[in-house]
């Protein structure tokens, strides 16, 4: 399957780089090599993440650092919603 990030999900990725480089850079490199190899992984196994309840949308989580990944499955291709910090309310979005 291909995967395909959203605009949203792209800002979402490089905020989280920005937001860490500024107060650590190493750990900004690893955790983002955390989340685009958490989302390589849906290529092999799309409905790894559980669905979030009746929607159309999936999470995956990265447990190291507390990332949700929100991601759809559609014919062939995986699209790439969002990326959060658990922490956030990231939830209410989809609510």
Not at 17 to 44: C, G, S, W
Not at 61 to 70: E, F, H
Request: proline residues 5%.
């Amino acid at each position: 399957m291909r995967l395909i990030w959203t605009d949203e999900a792209l800002i979402d990725a490089e905020a989280i780089a920005a937001y860490l480089f500024e107060r650590n850079p190493t750990a900004a490199t690893a955790v983002v090599a955390a989340i685009f190899e958490a989302t390589n992984k849906l290529a092999k196994f799309p409905l790894i993440g559980p669905s979030l309840g009746s929607s159309e949308f999936r999470v995956l989580t990265v447990p190291k650092y507390g990332y949700i990944i929100v991601y759809h499955v559609g014919p062939n291709v995986i699209n790439i919603v969002n990326v959060h910090h658990g922490r956030t309310d990231w939830l209410s979005e989809f609510v």
